[in-house]
Structure formats: structure tokens, C-alpha cells
């Protein structure tokens, strides 16, 4: 397990499948695989969960509290890495007012993000120059896929279902740890500004 969460959560570890019928919404629990519905039951919010970052080491995503985020799923082979490029050109343009890209590798899709951490980051500063920050390897979908990504997904699904469909999908986030916005992956980094301009701004 590559993170967890702090908090009323914790009770429900030990299900792995829980199926109830509350105020006329169903929901299901797959260990972290949990709904909107039950996050907001438990008043779960971002700054609960613990990441580890591409040296192993716990970071409480707390960290981050006032920060505007672009969270996003990546890999190193994929025909929408050299948005790599566009991801950075962002981060020079808007980290001083408050802007953080959290950088997940995973290799879930094509199996395209093959390698260690350090190497996937020895690849992206090399051809991409990136300083942003990266983290563990996880995984965004399944049985063992991060607690975070658990979260995004409950608070912003996609079209065809909260399932994330492949490398690059984003999500932006307030300074106050709400998921304004999930985009696909063949959205662009630069077609994003406005809107990260927009959540700088409040």
C-alpha cells in the first residue's frame, strides 16, 4: 500500500466489500474504492491523506493547505508525455502565486511508465527539465489504487464513469482542498491557465 488516510476512515479498512442503502443512495465500498456519497459522509477532505513521495518517505498532503494543485497521473512512454513540457511551462508561470503540479507516475495504462522512481525522474529532468514535485509510483484504479485517487475520483467522475481512462487525466484544486475541475488527458497543460488563474485569484 502505497498511502493512506488519517481520520473516521480507518474504520472501514476492514471491508472489503460493504453495500448499504442510506437516505435512498446506494453505495459500495471496495477497500478504498469508496463513493462521493461515503467521503462525504465521513467529511473526508484532501489534507487527510499521506502520499509517499519517489523516495518512500510519508508527505501529508496538509502540506499543501493554501496552495492551488494540478494533480496528475503520468507516465514516461505514452503519446501524452511531451505534455511534460506544457506541465512545467506552468509551473514557472504561476509556483509563486501559490501553484503546486503533484506529479504520480503509474503504470496502469500500456504499462507505460516502466522503470524505478528514480530513474522515471532522472528521465523527466533530463529530456523535460521539470522541477516540479514527483511521487511514488501508485496505481489510480483497482483493488490497491491509492487513497487519493480513490478521493478524486468520488469528487469529480468523468464522463464515462469515475474510473481514471489513462495517463495525464488532471485534477485542479483550490487553495482550500476542494476538486474544482478533472480534466482528460488530451487536455493541454496550456489550455488549463485560465482557469488555475482563476482559483490563484480567490
Excluded at 511531451?82 to 495504462?109: A, H, M, R, T, V
Excluded at 481512462?165 to 488527458?185: C, H, M, P, Q
Amino acid at each position: 500500500m502505497t498511502a493512506r488516510v488519517n481520520g473516521p476512515f480507518f474504520y472501514f479498512l476492514g471491508f472489503r466489500r460493504m453495500e448499504e442503502r442510506v437516505d435512498n443512495t446506494y453505495f459500495n465500498c471496495v477497500q478504498f474504492n469508496c463513493t462521493k456519497y461515503l467521503y462525504r459522509r465521513l467529511k473526508m477532505n484532501l489534507y487527510e491523506i499521506i502520499v509517499r513521495d519517489r523516495e518512500g518517505k510519508d508527505v501529508s498532503l496538509s502540506e499543501y493547505k493554501g496552495k492551488v494543485l494540478l494533480i496528475v497521473n503520468t507516465a514516461t512512454e505514452c503519446g501524452f508525455t511531451p505534455q511534460y513540457n506544457g506541465l512545467q511551462k506552468l509551473y514557472e508561470k504561476y509556483q509563486s502565486q501559490g501553484f503546486e503540479i503533484l506529479d504520480f507516475p503509474c503504470n496502469q495504462f500500456g504499462h507505460q511508465a516502466p522503470g524505478t522512481g528514480e530513474e522515471i525522474h532522472t528521465f523527466c529532468t533530463l529530456r523535460y527539465k521539470i522541477t516540479f514535485k514527483q511521487f511514488e509510483k501508485i496505481e489510480v484504479n483497482g483493488k490497491n489504487e491509492s487513497p487519493l485517487y480513490t478521493y478524486l475520483k468520488g469528487e469529480k467522475g468523468g464522463v464515462l464513469g469515475p474510473a481514471i481512462k489513462w495517463n495525464f487525466t488532471k485534477f485542479l484544486i483550490s487553495r482550500e482542498g476542494d476538486v474544482l475541475k478533472r480534466y482528460a488527458s488530451a487536455d493541454k497543460p496550456e489550455d488549463l491557465a485560465g482557469d488555475i488563474e482563476t482559483a490563484l485569484a480567490k
